[in-house]
């Protein structure tokens, strides 16, 4: 179907159904039976699929060979987890999935409903489950963009931040593994509607920020906050980017000015350090240079006559949040969380590399991921990224995360959930057909380990030549009463053709 340019949206409203497993006979999990194709039949569709996934892309590295079908090209919302039950609701006297009677809350809350995107709608169930205690997580594969019958109000694409009551408590479902801080400060939105400009304003700042969640405090009280979500007004790490401007740049004024809005601070001093120098080359181009005055590459064109401060701020803004991720870490990880895991990669048939090595591979050749679990009583959600030769910070795994439940895990019906002791991805890199003259590209691939279920998706970048006008520096993720923990770990990989 994808394959003709239809737009696909599959509900699963079903125990396990993250990893489409239904092994259950409990009376209230939900389920329908199904008859397999003979060994034949799924054959054929496994080659038709695989031959899909295998067409051309243009990426620098990918995780499809791991998947039947692009996960760019669908949707699945997913009511649990792979080793979660489903649970049923009564209203009005009628009996509907827990799932399926909250998505038709978020579908109808407005008149645009079905134009919201799916990453907003994942949002607002996410909040919605959250703040009735029903203990399931909602999971979202492929396409976050796209919508139920493809068109997104672009109003409704604004990417922001789930809040939610907790023990009379507000929690901003974001921390420190998200880049916030004490006292950093938010716009509370409805999205119920799309005025997002409205005159009654509520301010929140955060009063203490925990690994994964923080506490809000807000100057209004609201009787339920589902449907309700944050946007930040200023960001705690732009403000430690450090920016110089060239003391021949034109309007410097203006530029100051742009970059303050944006929570970026800068100065003209040449003898104070930078991260980033913004200087006009001699061949009347500006060109930004890194922390070493080494020329950064992979950059659009910026002719002078051409470029204004706003679009050069954009560029600033775009790499300082590129920097944040790859910069992103916890070194305040408990020691019993960090040794409960590890994580490796190999290529070439070489011993495995440890995080934070150099990885040397050729063009279209295969590196592996390999997450080992070395303790049987916690469980790991897994979250890997690209952070790529052109500035994009793209997910690779296709779904929210990847989880590890614990070693026999007991579920709600007596049994248990299966056990993984290891989970491995095949990763192909490749050096794109515009950096084949460089002989090579580099790339990291940022791999975020958590205790808990959460989302990352609001790191990601777009390619630095589709910068749009859309904030990328927001995040969001989900809270539950289990310990907060985090780790990330970085691969740098160069490749070379």
Request: a neutral charge; charged letters at 25%.
């Amino acid at each position: 179907m994808v394959d003709k340019g239809l737009v696909v949206t599959l509900v699963l409203d079903c125990c396990f159904s993250a990893s489409v497993y239904r092994n259950i006979d409990s009376e209230n999990a939900r389920y329908l039976s199904y008859n397999w194709p003979d060994s034949r039949q799924a054959s054929d569709l496994e080659n038709s699929l695989a031959s899909l996934a295998a067409r051309s892309t243009k990426r620098d590295a990918s995780m499809r060979d791991n998947w039947l079908l692009n996960p760019d090209q669908y949707t699945i919302l997913a009511a649990c987890g792979p080793h979660e039950t489903a649970k049923e609701r009564l209203e009005t006297s009628q009996w509907s999935g827990a799932l399926s009677s909250r998505l038709v809350k978020a579908l109808s809350s407005s008149s645009n409903g079905l134009r919201r995107s799916h990453g907003d709608i994942y949002r607002h169930l996410r909040t919605s489950f959250r703040e009735s205690g029903v203990a399931q997580n909602p999971v979202l594969y492929g396409n976050q963009n796209q919508g139920f019958f493809g068109l997104v109000d672009p109003d409704h694409q604004l990417r922001a931040i789930g809040i939610a009551k907790h023990e009379g408590k507000v929690r901003l479902l974001a921390g420190k593994a998200h880049g916030f801080r004490d006292g950093d400060k938010f716009d509370i939105l409805s999205q119920s509607t799309s005025n997002l400009g409205s005159k009654e304003r509520l301010i929140a700042k955060i009063t203490r920020t925990g690994p994964l969640t923080s506490e809000l405090e807000l100057p209004n009280s609201l009787d339920s906050l589902a449907g309700w979500i944050a946007k930040p007004l200023d960001g705690s790490y732009p403000q430690d980017f450090r920016i110089q401007l060239a003391p021949n740049l034109p309007h410097k004024d203006e530029w100051l000015t742009v970059l303050k809005e944006r929570s970026l601070e800068a100065h003209i001093n040449v003898e104070q350090a930078f991260d980033l120098k913004v200087v006009l080359g001699s061949s009347g181009e500006y060109e930004i240079l890194n922390e070493h005055s080494q020329k950064v590459i992979n950059l659009p064109t910026l002719p002078q006559s051409q470029t204004n401060a706003k679009r050069i701020c954009n560029i600033i803004e775009h790499l300082a949040q590129f920097t944040m991720v790859k910069n992103l870490s916890n070194k305040l990880a408990t020691n019993n969380f960090r040794n409960s895991f590890e994580v490796r990669m190999s290529a070439d048939k070489k011993e495995p590399y440890s995080p934070g090595e150099q990885i040397e591979i050729q063009h279209e050749s295969i590196v592996r991921l390999q997450i080992t679990r070395k303790k049987e009583d916690t469980g790991l959600y897994i979250f890997v990224y690209d952070l790529g030769p052109f500035w994009k910070v793209e997910r690779m795994h296709g779904a929210t995360y990847v989880d590890m439940p614990p070693r026999k895990k007991l579920l709600a019906n007596g049994g248990y959930a299966r056990d993984i002791e290891m989970c491995e991805w095949k990763i192909k890199m490749m050096v794109p057909d515009v950096l084949r003259e460089h002989g090579s590209c580099e790339d990291i691939i940022k791999i975020i380990v958590t205790s808990k279920p959460t989302t990352f998706d609001l790191l990601e970048l777009p390619d630095i030549e589709k910068l749009s006008s859309a904030s990328t520096k927001l995040r969001i993720t989900h809270f539950e009463d289990v310990l907060e923990d985090w780790a990330a770990f970085n691969f740098p990989i160069r490749t070379s053709c």
